[in-house]
């Protein structure tokens, strides 16, 4: 069972950054699709981004594609998402997943291919 372990949320103003860690339980991380959600108040959790482990391919939602960057280190067994000009719209709960399945082709944005989730991370941005 994967354990992951999300950090690095906070209150941001509007135009900041913050950066989220997820750290996973074990090494058979380093095979997995990882991603990050977000869900607001009142709303379902949507996709934000993901990185495919045995390559790095990335993916982003179109609303954080050019100021979010997910990464990862396997040394760590952790996966970054540097946000950067937070907008208020950005205000979510933020929880990271991993999919098992290590070669599924894109996209890799549907909730039920996630095998394991955190327990999510609040980030605030202020206007």
């Known amino acids: 069972q994967v354990q992951l372990v999300e950090s690095g949320g906070g209150v941001v103003q509007a135009g900041g950054s913050l950066r989220l860690s997820c750290t996973a339980s074990e090494r058979t991380f380093s095979s997995y699709i990882m991603a990050w959600f977000r869900q607001a108040p009142g709303k379902g959790r949507e996709f934000v981004a993901a990185?495919?482990?045995?390559?790095?391919?990335?993916e982003y939602v179109d609303s954080v594609r050019g100021r979010f960057t997910i990464s990862r280190d396997s040394a760590k067994n952790t996966v970054y998402l540097q946000m950067d000009s937070l907008k208020p719209e950005d205000t979510a709960v933020y929880y990271c997943?991993?999919?098992?399945?290590?070669?599924?082709?894109?996209?890799?944005?549907?909730?039920?291919?996630?095998?394991?989730w955190g327990q999510g991370t609040q980030v605030t941005v202020s206007s």
């Open positions: 990185i495919r482990s045995i390559d790095d391919i990335a």
């Open positions: 997943a991993a999919d098992s399945i290590a070669f599924r082709l894109r996209p890799w944005r549907n909730v039920k291919d996630y095998d394991y």
